[in-house]
């Protein structure tokens, strides 16, 4: 079944690469093509989800593996939805290259199903985790929203672009999105926390490192409020998150292990 | 000193105070906190690591400075919200007030006006009738959104340091079928423990007992990771376990016996001198061709050949021996037959407040409403003339402004 999980992520890297085609050559017919492959890719990956859910009778969420293929599932749920109300191109070229590298960083992480341990049996598990699959994807189209903001304004367009002014406001947008989540996934970890190890917060590294990463959105949100930091700076500002994003992801799990230890478990 | 108040209240102090906490928090993030000197020694070198320890980042966060830091967050948290809470409270009329003053910004024809305002009530927006036409208004709650945020950031920093400081957490063991009395009376029996469940599942689980001082409440649960026991103000937790050596003790002069368990060494003698020392349990062993066996120390947890290693005693001799499980030993009148390992749990047990954990839970859930009022009920007044409409927020609503573009041009059916 692994095969599913594998053609997704060729399905998803061909997506981004046609839809880059088009953008760039400003082709209808390729970026529309993109999407359809985009769902494909969408369909493989969840039957894959599905699939695996099934065999080890849980939501397949529980490890370094299958936090990150949520993750990229997550990227394309809210990229599509985001690119259904708002039809902006610039979601789906952030969404798509984003699903592919975060399925890609899965691909190289263990992928044996096992039991879920101990710890990991509550009822919080769905809630904290799967918020934080959302939260991070919102945080990954922010920043792919950055990306495009910074690449557009080099292409000599004008910050007064009605099409600039959409992508900034789309990125805010999935940063409000991604913080109203991160909130959730910090509360309802420290419920969690206190029903496992009876302290709600011991400054564990993964927790300070959400914490960290949640006051750096909180001043993204602050500063949004000045007017002249809106476009540039907030674009500059959302891929510096999301680099603390990735850092609390995976590079807390590798350089700083502490009770979460067990996420890098295969 | 007017100033130093509008600078203490301000935005821009309260993004210093926020850069500044996440700043101490990556270094104490990056440096293993409460670990023993020596630690530090050997990872920094000895001037480093003194360094470091003077600044107090071996536990950084309870520092007096990252503690001064929450508080000055709080005062400016709190100064920030009391000055523009009237300001919130008339920000509704103010932007009726707006939405009326405002010039008609989109221009429509009669029919497409009638499509917007029934987009509009469709759309959760409520009629109000002005001196200039109508205006429809949405999500006035929304006004209340960054306040309450504001609020339940000092509320959970509050209560959540209040449960932090006040942690009175005491970690014990219990042997199965033993019982530990607490300080106010309340006694916990450990009915048992058992670390597979059935089917072979790691389950780390404890049927626990509790009894009230009084004798009037009881009750009786499984606890487990994650499943805890509430019991009047305790909460009982597993936190850990162990495995201990079993050895029955018999005596046939007393024609006495008695159960003992091993935790650790011991020297089990009934005069001082003859008897059998336990030096440790061994969860396994391998024997070669020849029948030596070789003692396995793994660290797995489980015990599926148990073997006791001891020395016995007796007349001045020692002999090591290793005793399996059903084994007797005789020393003179004493017999001394080794059982099967017990496993055992250490429990944590907690008092609790409700009070401070109710207040810490409720803040939680202010928050994320608070939260999902700033982003996702932006208020929003839409004037509507004769001859057109304009959109007025204090928030951007591209949304809106591109929905009633919309509504506007459909085509009445
Ligand atoms: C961890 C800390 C904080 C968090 C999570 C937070 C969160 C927020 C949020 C979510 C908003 C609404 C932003 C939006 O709608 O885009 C906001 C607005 C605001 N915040 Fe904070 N905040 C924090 C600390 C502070 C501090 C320390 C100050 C200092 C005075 C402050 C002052 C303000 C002001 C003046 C507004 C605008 C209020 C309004 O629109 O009525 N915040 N904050």
Known sequence: MSILFFASLIVYFAAAMVQFSGVSMKKAGLTRAARLLFMVGFALHSGYSIWRGIVAGRVPLANQFEFASGFAWAIVVLGFGLYRKGKAEWTMTAAMPASFLVLSYAAFQPMAIKDLMPALRSTWFVLHIGSAAFSYAAFAISAGLGVGYLLMLRKGKDDSDSRLKQLDYLGYRMVCLGFLLLTVVIFSGAIWAEQAWSSWWSWDPKETWALITWIFYAIYLHQRMRRKWQGKRMAWLSIVAFILVIFTFAGVNLLLPGLHSYATQG | MRRSLRFFRSMRFGMILLVLVMALSVVGSLIPQKEQAMTYVRAYGAEKATLLMALGWNDLFHTWYFLALEGLLCINLLLCSILRFPRTVHAGEQLMKTAEDSSTETPCDSAQLQRMKEFLISHGFRKRNAATGEVYTRHFLGFYGSFLTHLSILWVLLFGSLVLMT???????????????????????????????????????????????????????????????????????????????????????????????????????????????????????????????????????????????????????????????????????????????????????????????????????????????????????????????????????????????????????
């Open chain 2, 167 to 413: 942690p009175q957490t005491e970690d014990l063991t219990v042997m199965p079928g033993e019982s530990l009395v607490l300080s106010d009376g309340t006694r916990i029996l450990c009915e048992s423990f058992h670390i597979e469940d059935g089917q072979g599942k790691l389950d780390y689980a404890s049927t626990l007992h509790a009894i009230s001082a009084d004798g009037k409440q009881e009750k009786i649960q499984e606890i487990r990771v994650n499943e805890p026991m509430r019991f009047g103000n305790y909460k009982v937790y597993q936190q850990t376990y162990g495995t201990a050596g079993r050895v029955r003790i018999v005596n046939h002069a007393t024609e006495t016996e008695d159960t003992l368990f091993l935790t650790e060494s011991c020297f089990l003698s009934i005069d001082g001198q003859n008897g059998v020392y336990f030096e440790a349990l061994y969860p396994g062993f391998v024997q070669d061709d020849d029948g030596n066996y070789t003692l396995v120390t793994n660290t797995s947890g489980s015990y599926p050949d148990p073997v006791y290693r001891i020395q016995t005693i007796a007349e001045g001799m020692s002999t090591s021996v290793l005793a399996f499980p059903e084994e007797t030993l005789s020393l003179g009148e004493i017999d001394f037959t080794f059982l099967l390992p017990a496993e055992y749990p250490g429990l944590r047990i907690k008092h609790v407040s409700s009070v401070l954990y109710g207040a810490l839970y409720f803040g939680f859930g202010l928050m994320i409403a608070a939260l999902y009022l700033c982003f996702f009920m932006v208020p929003a007044a839409v004037s509507v003339r004769e001859d057109g409409y304009s959109v007025v927020s204090p928030k951007e609503v591209q949304e809106i402004r591109e929905a009633l573009t919309i509504a506007g041009k459909e085509e009445e059916p």
